[in-house]
């Protein structure tokens, strides 16, 4: 069946440094990823996405890398500062049948910055 | 502007009760969707609505009754409900395959 993974639950970093997510999917028909950010008590905030012809893509601060052939997909964020704090979610939707719209989301990963 | 606002941001009812939660979003979007986050913060996709037509029921209790009136309105009404459907639900709306977007909740607390 389809899932989207996470590999840590939680990760801390200091702040000032750089932090990585990673993500595991098991859809091969996966086309579009999609990285949200969740802050407490609020909904889910888009952070960046990736197409599947795209193997890298960068905003500010974040850059997301997917490798499809293990199906992964990590989000970087340089620098990070307190305000980053948030549980982190990759998601995906697909082509063909499972091409209705709808978003397979990882478990989440909690990032701590520490000051 | 809110883009996707639902109501209420926080429920507390008793077992049994019927109860609705509604959704709006001003975006021009699609297609709209309601998701339940359980207490291990885990996302699933319940229903989905494009052009007021349901094409996601991802196999929710019947319980769990959407409507959409037109295409910028979702609400979600839940009947005889259960400690087990305590959950933060989201609504969100997207523009087919892009433009993804989520409200800020709604916390339901059965008791």
């Known amino acids: 069946g389809e899932s989207v993974g996470l590999h840590l639950p939680t990760l801390s970093v200091q702040e000032g440094d750089n932090s990585i997510i990673n993500c595991a999917y098991s859809?091969?028909?996966?086309?579009?990823f999609i990285w949200y950010k969740q802050e407490s008590g609020k909904g889910p905030q888009f952070i960046i996405d990736?197409?599947?012809?795209?193997d890298k893509r960068q905003g500010q601060r974040v850059t997301v890398l997917l490798n499809k052939t293990v199906k992964h997909l990590s989000l970087q964020i340089a620098a990070t500062q307190p305000g980053d704090s948030a549980v982190y979610f990759c998601?995906?939707?697909?082509?063909?049948?499972?091409?209705?719209?709808?978003?397979?989301f990882g478990q989440g990963t909690t990032l701590q910055v520490k000051p | 502007d809110t883009a996707v606002s639902q109501t209420p941001k926080y429920l507390v009812t008793q077992m049994g009760n019927d109860k609705s939660i509604k959704c709006e979003q001003n975006?021009?979007?699609?297609?709209m969707y309601w998701y339940k986050q359980d207490s291990k913060k885990f996302l699933k996709i319940m229903f989905s609505?494009?052009?007021?037509?349901?094409?996601i029921n991802e196999t929710v209790p019947n319980r769990f009754s959407p409507k959409s009136p037109d295409k910028a309105h979702l609400n979600l009404h839940i009947n005889s409900l259960e400690l087990g459907d305590s959950a933060v639900y989201f609504c969100?709306?997207?523009?087919?395959?892009?433009?993804?977007?989520f409200g800020s909740g709604t916390r339901l607390t059965v008791v």
């Open positions: 969100a709306s997207s523009h087919g395959n892009t433009g993804y977007t």
């Open positions: 859809n091969s028909a996966s086309d579009y």
């Open positions: 990736i197409r599947s012809n795209m």
């Open positions: 998601a995906e939707t697909g082509r063909g049948s499972s091409n209705t719209g709808k978003l397979i």
């Open positions: 975006l021009g979007h699609d297609t």
């Open positions: 609505y494009n052009n007021k037509e349901l094409i």
